[in-house]
């Protein structure tokens, strides 16, 4: 099985949930006055790829750090939601099959 990095970089430029723009990478430290390379990110949960732990959704749900990597890698589904301009909703997915599905990806649209 070939492995396929899905991972948006993440850059000031980048554009967050909701066309938010709360992303900043800072270098800290320069080779010409440290001698090493040091930069501070600030960004939000929801900044490029990522997941939604089940605590986000559950008030008892696991956190990211809870879960199994291992459940992350293997044969996905992927689901195109492009066309959603607000937010998911039940009727965008309930007339999908997920009963042979292991692992979802959600294509969202870029804005």
Not at 24 to 51: P, Y
Request: aromatic residues 6%.
């Amino acid at each position: 099985m070939s492995i396929i990095d899905i991972s948006w970089p993440i850059s000031n430029e980048i554009i967050t949930y909701k066309n938010k723009k709360d992303v900043v990478i800072q270098a800290t430290k320069n080779f010409e006055l440290d001698g090493f390379r040091e930069s501070k990110i600030s960004c939000g949960v929801h900044t490029g790829t990522h997941i939604d732990a089940p605590a986000h959704f559950m008030e008892h749900g696991k956190t990211i750090d809870q879960l199994d990597l291992s459940q992350l890698m293997g044969q996905a589904q992927i689901v195109d939601l492009t066309h959603v301009t607000d937010k998911i909703t039940k009727t965008d997915l309930e007339h999908l099959d997920f009963s042979n599905c292991k692992i979802l990806l959600f294509k969202t649209k870029i804005v």
